[in-house]
């Protein structure tokens, strides 16, 4: 068990117990402290590893990427290759993507990390990358194939100054090849891909 989280079970447990004594008038409505051992094995459930992450591991390595954009719906997509380095981190339980390629012309590197969060049950994500200042957040799930996951972003527009909301999707082939498509609204208010990247693992 690690040090660092029994010291969190015991100082969240003492801390629950300081504010039940300081609230005498509302102690009989709220639940009484949790055990400390129930407390310790919560957090070692939520931390440990499992088939989810299994699923990460498996994208670790360097990957050849065709990128496809489609900003304008009346004229063909746009074509561009990047490289992609993933890497594991934390035992296992994250991947981190670094991306460098170029995008409309200008060079372009971006940096991702991604996760199984096994309190929410949902696949976590973060993506920056220099062209904005914004983080994207996202959340996934996997479907009964094992082979698609898929995404609810949101980042900050500069169109409009305001949250804005993505659908993306994550199509598992094999080992070695892997897609990412994203959605969004269209001119015509109506959902469209925005783009397409096909990753290759490098030398297969």
């Given amino acids: 068990m690690n040090v660092r989280w029994v010291v969190a079970a015991v100082l969240l447990t003492l801390a629950a117990g300081a504010v039940q004594a300081d609230t005498s008038k509302a102690k009989a409505a709220k639940p009484q402290a949790m055990d400390p051992k129930a407390m310790q094995e919560m957090m070692v459930k939520a931390a440990a590893t499992g088939p989810q992450h299994e699923i990460l591991k498996k994208l670790e390595g360097e ?8 900003m304008d719906p009346s004229q063909p997509p746009t074509e561009t290759k990047s490289h992609s380095v993933i890497r594991t981190l934390m035992d296992g339980r994250y991947c981190q993507e670094e991306s460098a390629g170029d995008f409309q012309g200008m060079p372009f590197t971006g940096m991702g990390i991604t996760g199984y969060d096994n309190v929410l049950k949902k696949y976590v994500s973060i993506w920056i990358d220099n062209m904005g200042t914004g983080i994207m957040t996202s959340q996934g799930t996997m479907d009964a194939t094992g082979k698609v996951i898929t995404w609810t972003g949101e980042s900050s527009d500069p169109m409009t100054g305001k949250p804005s909301k993505v659908r993306m999707v994550t199509h598992i082939t094999d080992d070695n ?5 994203m959605y969004a609204r269209g001119p015509d ?6 783009m397409e990247i096909s990753y290759t693992r490098h030398g297969v």
């Fill in 63 to 70: 990957w050849d990427l065709v990128v496809r954009s489609m």
């Fill in 177 to 181: 090849h892997h897609t990412f498509e």
């Fill in 189 to 194: 208010g109506k959902e469209m891909k925005m």
